[in-house]
């Protein structure tokens, strides 16, 4: 089973930071997954999930339009952990923060999803 513990969300203030972590974990059938990609999606009330920013495991990234040049999505391979450092915050990136990650064995992949973490922006 693959386990995903993010850490990071809380209340800022518009133009703030914040830094989200996600570490994944665990085993399909006995064997150690890659986790490819890594990324983070949000959810506002009445909104569908909507991708945020993914990145592989050689480093390529994509990012959502609305976040491009404030966000930035990084990893550690070795710690099979991503983060998302957001800045220059906005009302409207207020959202539950889901980390996903893609388990793969050789071949195929699986689709996991962290537990959320809150990130509301408000003065």
């Known amino acids: 089973q693959v386990h995903l513990v993010e850490s990071g969300g809380g209340l800022v203030q518009p133009g703030g930071s914040l830094r989200l972590s996600c570490a994944a974990s665990?085993?399909?059938?006995?064997?150690?997954?890659?986790?490819?990609?890594m990324g983070w999606y949000r959810q506002s009330p009445g909104k569908q999930r909507e991708l945020v920013a993914t990145i592989t495991t050689g480093g390529t990234t994509t990012y959502a339009n609305s976040v491009k040049g404030r966000f930035t999505i990084s990893r550690d391979n070795a710690k099979n952990t991503v983060y998302l450092q957001m800045n220059s915050l906005k009302p409207e990136d207020t959202a539950v923060y889901y980390c996903n990650v893609v388990a793969r064995i050789i071949t195929g992949g699986t689709n996991y999803w962290g537990q959320g973490t809150q990130v509301t922006v408000s003065s």
């Open positions: 665990g085993t399909i059938s006995g064997r150690i997954p890659s986790f490819n990609p």
